[in-house]
């Protein structure tokens, strides 16, 4: 039998015995039954990044007419329905009976787990109800697009080794320089979006440009990074880089390596559909590359 929310009752009169569920992302529910109805809601919130979840939650009392958008905790003392949606996930709150409350998870497309919190009170005691939502199906990426004509590149110089090499012999020797041994290229997807969390499975593989000096333009080559966004560091093979430098006869010479950096900036978009749903989102951004593209070797002799 319903009850309205009265006098103060004690917490183990009024919480539910089980206060974590755990909900998969493809359309799962739950009614959880307490104990009592006299009890009221003072908030929900998202155990996660405060980034990540942007939107207002959108209260509808069943005993009152107005909506209510807010991004503060609700105090909810009566009958109604809380919402909270963004393009990627949905969930409903819903106190149809004083002494039930139903949960709906309509989809999960981020490719992680989050906990969604309610917080239920009355005069006595507090009790937090936990409900950890699972991945439902992600987003796949159907293609990405590189402004390849509109690009900034600029270049540095960075000293990258040296060695003090002594021939105490009558007679010139060598010594082998690998210039770009252990070379790498920068790589990083920095999004404008308001959503920059996992929406794909991880090590999901973009196809990436690079700058070739020879032509000076941006081309996509066989290089791929993952995506999401994060500054990653991949392997740059060259061809042959060994030099042999000469160290005269009774001698101490100074040898330094220096890279010539090349950094690229360029817009990106990325399509992503829902293979489940259909939806289509689009994420914008700037893809950063930072690559050794020369060098400079320096000798000198020491007295």
């Known amino acids: 039998m319903e009850e309205p929310y009265g006098q103060d009752t004690p917490a183990e009169e009024f919480a539910p015995e089980i206060t974590?569920?755990?909900?998969?992302?493809?359309?799962?529910?739950?009614?959880?039954?307490?104990?009592?109805?006299?009890?009221?809601?003072s908030g929900f919130h998202f155990n996660a990044d405060e980034n990540m979840f942007r939107e207002k939650w959108e209260y509808i009392p069943y005993d009152e007419q107005d909506t209510i958008y807010t991004w503060k905790p609700i105090l909810w003392t009566g009958r109604g329905k809380g919402v909270y949606k963004d393009p990627f996930t949905q969930v409903t709150v819903e106190r149809e009976r004083y002494d039930e409350l139903k949960v709906k998870v309509e989809g999960n497309s981020y490719a992680v787990p989050y906990q969604f919190c309610i917080t239920t009170s009355n005069a006595s005691d507090l009790k937090t109800i936990y409900i950890n939502i699972l991945p439902g199906?992600?987003?796949?990426?159907?293609?990405?697009?590189?402004?390849?004509?509109?690009?900034?590149?600029?270049?540095?110089?960075?000293?990258?080794?040296?060695?003090?090499?002594?021939?105490?012999?009558?007679?010139?020797?060598?010594?082998?320089?690998?210039?770009?041994?252990?070379?790498?290229?920068?790589?990083?997807?920095?999004?404008?979006?308001?959503?920059?969390?996992?929406?794909?499975?991880?090590?999901t593989k973009l196809p990436i440009p690079y700058f070739n000096p020879e032509t000076n333009k941006l081309e996509i080559g066989n290089e791929e990074a993952n995506y999401p966004p994060g500054t990653q560091i991949i392997p740059v093979?060259?061809?042959?880089?060994?030099?042999?430098?000469?160290v005269p006869a009774n001698s101490k010479v100074n040898i330094q390596v220096y890279w010539i950096w090349n950094e690229i900036i360029t817009p990106y978009k990325i399509y992503f559909v829902q293979p489940k749903t259909g939806k289509r989102y689009e994420a914008e951004g700037m893809f950063r590359r930072l690559m050794p593209i020369d060098h400079r070797i320096t000798t000198s002799n020491i007295e």
């Open 20 to 41: 974590e569920y755990t909900l998969n992302g493809e359309g799962d529910s739950i009614t959880i039954q307490f104990l009592s109805g006299k009890w009221e809601i």
């Open 237 to 246: 093979k060259f061809p042959d880089t060994i030099y042999d430098i000469t």
């Open 137 to 203: 199906t992600p987003y796949q990426i159907d293609r990405v697009e590189y402004s390849l004509d509109a690009f900034y590149t600029s270049q540095s110089e960075e000293k990258r080794g040296g060695d003090y090499i002594t021939n105490h012999t009558s007679q010139p020797t060598s010594w082998q320089v690998d210039v770009f041994k252990n070379a790498y290229s920068l790589i990083e997807f920095e999004p404008d979006t308001d959503y920059p969390y996992p929406l794909t499975e991880p090590e």
